[in-house]
């Protein structure tokens, strides 16, 4: 789902307003580092499920999210690429592989501050995911959601062909989750945030 279009507007300027580039995963590593380039934006990403590689080797110009807390603008960004494991050859985790993941990850931002943004690939179970194994969200990750609140959690995998609706939905956490398939835009202000530092605008091209 690359856009060629996105090249042509990193180098017009008309991404000058952006602050960081987020990708959920399922794109080519030079595809990421061209738009890094073109943009001289980062671009921090999570690995897709087809995205194996991507866990031992860099993305050139880019930075990895999987796995780690790490602060841009003044958000923390908790990153988690990967999906349910369904098949051999896929970039993929069962819900306990995933679930010690997350506990992981919850007692590191918990020990540091808390985490603003989530960026994953799939979403959690129940939140815009679908009935088959290969599109299936994780239940852990309601379960990182009701434990750190982050105000966003964002995704890629249910492409915009196998879904009536693209709209933002809610939590019961609080957390606003966001399917970026193709390419979404975020204003995060103050009011947003209300427990950590506002950011300026940035957006979230092609995840």
Known sequence: ME?????????????????LVLSCGDLRAGYLTG?????????????GNHDGSFAE???????S????????????ILGLGGSLAYSNGVY?????????????AVLLAQATGGVDVVVAHVPPAGYGDLDTKAHRGFECFNMLLDRLHPAYFLHGHIHREYVRSMKAIS?????????CCGHRYLDI??????KRKATRLFA????
């Open 3 to 19: 856009e060629p279009w996105l090249d042509t507007r990193c180098r017009d300027g008309s991404l000058d307003d952006v602050s």
């Open 65 to 76: 999210l999987d796995g780690k807390i790490r602060d841009f603008h003044g958000l923390r």
């Open 204 to 207: 979230v091209p092609k995840l």
């Open 92 to 104: 993929g985790f069962t819900e306990q592989q995933m679930k010690r993941r997350v506990a992981r």
């Open 171 to 179: 939590h019961p956490s609080g957390t606003i989750i966001c399917n």
């Open 35 to 47: 738009i890094a380039d073109a943009a001289n934006r980062v671009v921090a990403y999570v690995p």
């Open 189 to 194: 202000s103050s009011k947003d945030l209300p």
């Open 57 to 63: 080797d860099e993305v050139l110009g880019c930075v």
